[in-house]
């Protein structure tokens, strides 16, 4: 047995009632875009990973969904980790991905660079996972669609990413332009999660939700 093999740090304790809990959370995030949910685990992935996007992993992947992993994630304890807990195959092809794990947010790759889907299968696109420092409402962004409703009542929800790419709006624009095609996005910070489906349409940078 490696040494690598000997230091892999666990998975879910409970993997059925874990895994179920985690899904649920993305599941509800993904149901309210741009709304952030509290996203709790016990989990210590190895570094870089974090406890988020190791518990989103290990709940949403599995052998029939490859992953792809970020220049800052390509740690050889990371990649065993991931292998080892969820049964995926990690593949070096954006395009081939089902989940894309992002450390680097500022690094990650254009989001039409991933899998797309098509009209007619447009589930078979990739979905990223992301981690952030910050994650709370605000309004650096601001988003409208199906599920998306401000405390205020208006059809209207922002949030603050940190850190925020400075070509990310553009990319979240062309990316819900390309509807029922396109990624979906599930961004993750310390205890939470959000979601923006490429249903989700942004109505731009620093717009004040409920501005006229």
């Known amino acids: 047995?490696?040494?690598?093999?000997?230091?892999?740090?666990?998975?879910?304790?409970?993997?059925?009632?874990?895994s179920q809990a985690v899904f649920r959370a993305c599941m509800n995030a993904l149901?309210?875009?741009?709304h952030p949910l509290p996203l709790q685990t016990n989990l210590a992935p190895?570094?870089?990973?974090?406890?988020?996007?190791?518990?989103?992993?290990?709940?949403?992947?599995d052998h029939e969904a490859p992953i792809w992993l970020d220049a800052r994630l390509q740690a050889p304890a990371v990649r065993a980790?991931?292998?080892?807990?969820t049964g995926a195959r990690l593949t070096e092809d954006p395009q081939e991905a089902a989940f894309a794990l992002i450390a680097d947010v500022a690094a990650c790759p254009d989001l039409a660079h991933?899998?797309?889907?098509?009209?007619?299968?447009?589930?078979r696109s990739t979905t990223l996972l992301i981690a952030l420092e910050r994650l709370e409402p605000g309004h650096d962004l601001v988003f409208t669609g199906p599920g998306i409703k401000a405390e205020s009542s208006r059809e209207e929800a922002g949030?603050?990413?940190?850190p925020l790419p400075s070509g990310l709006p553009r990319q979240l624009a062309a990316n819900h332009a390309g509807f029922p095609r396109g990624?979906?996005?599930?961004?993750?910070?310390?205890?939470?999660?959000?979601?923006?489906?490429?249903?989700?349409?942004?109505?731009?940078?620093?717009?004040k939700v409920g501005a006229a």
């Open 31 to 34: 149901a309210r875009p741009a």
């Open 81 to 85: 980790f991931l292998t080892f807990h």
């Open 159 to 162: 949030l603050v990413l940190a």
């Open 1 to 18: 047995m490696t040494n690598l093999a000997l230091d892999l740090a666990p998975g879910f304790a409970n993997a059925a009632l874990e």
């Open 114 to 123: 991933f899998a797309q889907g098509s009209d007619e299968y447009p589930d």
């Open 183 to 207: 990624v979906d996005l599930v961004f993750t910070a310390p205890g939470k999660i959000a979601a923006l489906p490429r249903s989700s349409k942004i109505l731009g940078a620093d717009k």
């Open 46 to 61: 190895p570094a870089p990973l974090t406890p988020e996007l190791a518990a989103l992993a290990l709940a949403l992947a």
